[in-house]
């Protein structure tokens, strides 16, 4: 990291709700609305960039853990916001508490923490693991 962010460091992403982030069963009455995990990816987006700035251009950061409460519904066409406030920065690791309210409430609140990691070193973990995932597709049909 090119230094750790300050404690305090914010994040925001505000977004309209459209077709694509509305739950898949609104169907017999069921009203459109923001799914959880499209709520969760764009608050996850809304901490990544924000430390994006503290960054190598070699490092990227990557989920590693995440706790949510959805409070409350988002109709289809709402406005909403994501905020994502820095609250702890140790190592390669950093702890967001997140936010997300739309025209009328917060609608969820929560933590998450993402971990830097260095593209080639991460690259080469995966790469290990689809070696292994390789083996174990063809190991039936060898036999
Ligand atoms: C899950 C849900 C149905 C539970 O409803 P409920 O049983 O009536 O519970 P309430 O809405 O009264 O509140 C649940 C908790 O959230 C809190 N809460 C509710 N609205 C809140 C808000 N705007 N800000 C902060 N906290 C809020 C309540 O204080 C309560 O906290 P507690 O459990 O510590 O007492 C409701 O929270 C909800 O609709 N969430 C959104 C679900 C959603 O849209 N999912 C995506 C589509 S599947």
Do not use: W, Y
Request: include cysteine; glycine fraction near 6%.
């Amino acid at each position: 990291m090119k230094s750790l962010p300050r404690i305090g460091t914010v994040g925001e992403f505000e977004f309209v709700v459209e077709e694509k982030h509305v739950i898949d069963f609104a169907t017999d009455g069921m009203p459109p609305v923001l799914s959880t995990p499209n709520l969760i990816a764009l608050l996850e987006r809304t901490a990544r960039e924000a430390l994006t700035p503290f960054l190598e251009p070699d490092e990227r950061s990557v989920g590693a853990e995440i706790e949510l409460r959805h409070f409350a519904p988002t109709l289809l066409g709402a406005r909403a916001v994501c905020t994502a406030r820095v609250i702890h920065a140790e190592g390669r690791e950093v702890t967001f508490q997140l936010e997300a309210r739309d025209e009328q409430e917060v609608i969820a609140r929560g933590v998450h923490k993402r971990a830097v990691v260095r593209i080639e070193q991460f690259a080469r973990r995966v790469g290990r693991k689809s070696v292994s995932a390789d083996k174990a597709i063809r190991a039936p049909t060898a036999d």
